[in-house]
């Protein structure tokens, strides 16, 4: 499996976008992009995931660059309940049964 | 729709104890997964199992041993626990194991610590 690599922390102002980036650039072809994070204390939560195309949904929206080596995603407007760690994750397709979860981004939103 | 139920939440064991951590599952699927987590660290995968009957080793599968007798229900024991073992553990199930579904559920957690 490919490894990420994300920022150990990052702060975002309350009401703000707040932008996590992950790079993964060893990334290959049929390797899909998984967002989750985890709110103090509670088990994971799924976010978003992707293979090429942005995408969006009720909670965030995944940006992933053409080469598929790095990824961003974005919570449009950080409230202070998304302080959470985000944890970026890469994935075979259809091998495998392993989710390497690594030690993620944590995010406060700052009020 | 409970989603994932761990029982218990909290538990305190001395070394050499026993105990079985229960897992169910009300969403039908197929896979269920544990993990455990150490302070500041990310979740490490324990045991998995793709369906009732079958179980196979995660990254950190020694000291650990799980049953699926039943699709709903995945069991964690252990049979003689460590101080190494005190962690919080896990559960998690997903319909599919392909990439495109394979979205896991997780439960709320059990913190185990063994002195």
């Known amino acids: 499996d490919a490894k990420t690599t994300q920022p150990t922390s990052m702060d975002c102002a309350e009401g703000r976008a707040a932008n996590l980036p992950c790079n993964h650039s060893?990334?290959?072809?049929?390797?899909?992009v998984y967002w989750y994070r985890q709110i103090h204390s509670q088990g994971p939560q799924y976010i978003i995931h992707?293979?090429?195309n942005n995408e969006t949904n009720e909670m965030a929206s995944l940006i992933i660059t053409e080469d598929r080596k790095s990824s961003t995603l974005i919570l449009p407007h950080a409230t202070l309940r998304d302080t959470a760690v985000y944890y970026c994750?890469?994935?075979?397709?259809?091998?495998?049964?392993?989710?390497?979860f690594g030690t993620g981004t944590s995010l406060t939103v700052i009020p | 729709n409970a989603g994932v139920t761990q029982t218990p939440k909290f538990r305190v064991l001395k070394t050499g104890q026993s105990m079985t951590l229960l897992c169910a599952q009300d969403?039908?699927?197929?896979?269920m997964y544990w993990y455990r987590q150490d302070p500041g660290m990310g979740l490490r995968l324990i045991h998995y199992?793709?369906?009732?009957?079958?179980?196979a080793k995660g990254e950190v599968p020694d000291g650990y041993n799980v049953s699926r007798l039943k699709k709903q229900n995945f069991l964690l024991g252990l049979e003689s626990a460590a101080p190494s073992q005190t962690s919080v553990y896990f559960c998690?199930?997903?319909?599919?194991?392909?990439?495109?579904?394979?979205?896991?559920?997780f439960g709320a957690g059990t913190r185990l610590s063994v002195l």
């Open positions: 998690a199930s997903s319909y599919s194991i392909s990439g495109w579904r394979n979205i896991q559920y």
């Open positions: 060893t990334i290959s072809g049929n390797e899909y």
């Open positions: 992707g293979l090429k």
């Open positions: 994750i890469v994935r075979p397709q259809n091998t495998g049964n392993q989710f390497y």
């Open positions: 969403m039908n699927h197929e896979y």
């Open positions: 199992s793709v369906g009732e009957g079958t179980t």
